[in-house]
């Protein structure tokens, strides 16, 4: 992706998600000041949901590393196997790029100082849908 108008740190983002996630489509929008928002399909969120597969996505802007991916979103179609509904920091109603979605909210309040990058993140998004009550 380098030259077609993100920054490098963004671009090689996007190419560690493709290799974390290999069976898995990544699209990137480009955002037009450096970052681009990215949607990682068929991602396993745990089998505590249906489906149990889904896509992330989030927005990788331009101050990445040093800038968190926040929020991540999910397909609104997922749900608690069950039966409770989400509750915050999950919450439903949300859209990320016209596709309607479940916001994630984890911000990493550290990130100024050490950089996080967006494997480190989804898969902290991934480990957490495992382990919310």
Known sequence: MKGTGTRTAVSEAIEELKRAFPGSEVTVIEDGQGGAHVVVETVHVGDRYEPAYTWLAGHITAQYPYADIYPV????????????????????GHDFRGR??????????????????????????????????
């Open 100 to 133: 309607p979605a479940i916001q994630i909210s984890r911000r990493n309040n550290r990130i100024r100082n050490s950089g996080q990058s967006a494997v480190a993140k989804f898969l902290k998004i991934i480990d957490f849908l495992e382990k919310v009550e």
């Open 73 to 92: 979103f999910m397909d609104a179609a997922v749900q608690r196997r069950d039966g409770k509904a989400f509750e915050a920091p999950i919450t439903k």
